[in-house]
């Protein structure tokens, strides 16, 4: 969980003071904390938070940190070049992705009441020819949005003064608005990370005495979505050896990733999934793919994914897997990406109409 703004960074400091004056008393938050590893930093841009002195509805000095930046258009983009300087916090955020296994996040805004699921930016071949930009988990992601706004009334009904066209507080990124460089898409690409951004207030910067109702009307969507990292399947992959293989990709076989999706140093992979038979693709470099039948039960049990070790029939070579299958480059990915996925093909619920007021993420 990382905030931006006043409303945001309000949250997070509540989450925080909630999850540890409950650990030991309250079950259900005892049970997620000893199952789940929670980072949570309250404000990515303190430079930016401290420059605001008068509370302000919509635009205001906050937005860029101090070297006038704003640091959700400041990351690498997938799909075109973002030639703006690397600012030293983004730099900052892009190292900590890579320390952890991150598998699940949310960043907050203020300025609209919506749950926004990547991808924010796009090319014809993830459906922006139908005014959209769909992931190949798009259900995954319209259930993450669905599962926060369905918990919060005024951002179901979206209870902003402005005309949106969400529907039940969730939208894809691209058909609100195009946007380069946005954190949400590169940590689902690069970092292996689903996000999405939730946009908590109509105000950017409410008045301080509207803060405390923020926690009231969001805890519960916060802690429900905590909770949907243990969705889907999660294991190790060993050689016949049983020893733990690093770098290698595991990826369900109908919807891969631009970047593909693999093993930390540990071994470990984590795919978030909807209940449902998959087959699992397992590959290392110098052997043919590894194929895995599995089925994600319709409810997670004691806050845990379904666990599914991988045992690969041959000794590996994990010393060699690193250099014979780099990370992907952060480059536009998808610039010379062809063809249409059958999640970018035309559904009549995600057609939406053009939106002449930009509000901002």
């Not at 302000?56 to 906050?62: A, L, T, V």
């Not at 949005?145 to 902003?160: F, L, V």
Request: charged share 20%.
């Amino acid at each position: 969980m990382h905030g931006d703004e006043a409303v945001g960074r309000e949250l997070l400091l509540h989450l925080i003071e909630y999850l540890v004056t409950r650990d030991g008393s309250d079950p259900e938050i005892t049970n997620l904390i000893n199952s789940t590893r929670i980072h949570i930093m309250p404000s990515m841009n303190p430079d930016g938070f401290e420059a605001v002195v008068k509370p302000d509805c919509f635009y205001n000095e906050g937005r860029d940190n101090s070297n006038f930046y704003d640091l959700n258009r400041n990351f690498p983009d997938a799909f075109e070049f973002n030639e703006v300087p690397r600012q030293p916090e983004t730099v900052a955020v892009m190292q900590w992705l890579n320390t952890e296994t991150f598998v699940l996040s949310a960043n907050l805004h203020g300025g609209a009441l919506v749950a926004s699921y990547p991808f924010d930016n796009g090319v014809p071949a993830t459906g922006t020819l139908y005014s959209r930009s769909l992931t190949p988990d798009d259900d995954v992601f319209q259930y993450l949005a669905n599962t926060y706004a369905s918990r919060n009334p005024d951002m179901k009904r979206n209870s902003c003064r402005i005309k949106t066209g969400f529907s039940n507080g969730i939208t894809n990124g691209y058909s609100w608005y195009p946007l380069k460089g946005g954190m949400q898409d590169y940590n689902y690409i690069w970092a292996q990370c689903f996000e999405i951004t939730l946009e908590l207030s109509c105000c950017k910067y409410p008045r301080k005495e509207k803060l405390p109702s923020f926690w009231k009307d969001n805890k519960d969507s916060l802690i429900e979505y905590i909770k949907q990292v243990h969705i889907g399947v999660k294991g190790r992959v060993f050689d016949q050896n049983k020893t733990p293989l690093s770098n290698v990709t595991v990826e369900v076989q109908d919807r891969k990733h631009i970047c593909p999706y693999r093993t930390n140093r540990f071994g470990e992979y984590y795919l978030l999934l909807l209940p449902g038979s998959y087959v699992i693709e397992v590959t290392v470099p110098g052997h043919d793919p590894h194929l895995i039948e599995v089925t994600i039960p319709p409810k997670s049990h004691n806050f845990s994914a379904l666990k599914k070790d991988i045992l690969l029939p041959f000794r590996g070579q994990s010393d060699h897997i690193s250099e014979l299958n780099p990370l992907c480059p952060r480059i536009p990915l998808y610039r010379e990406l062809e063809g249409h996925s059958a999640a970018t093909k035309p559904s009549l619920f995600l057609f939406l109409v053009t939106l002449f007021h930009i509000l901002f993420k």
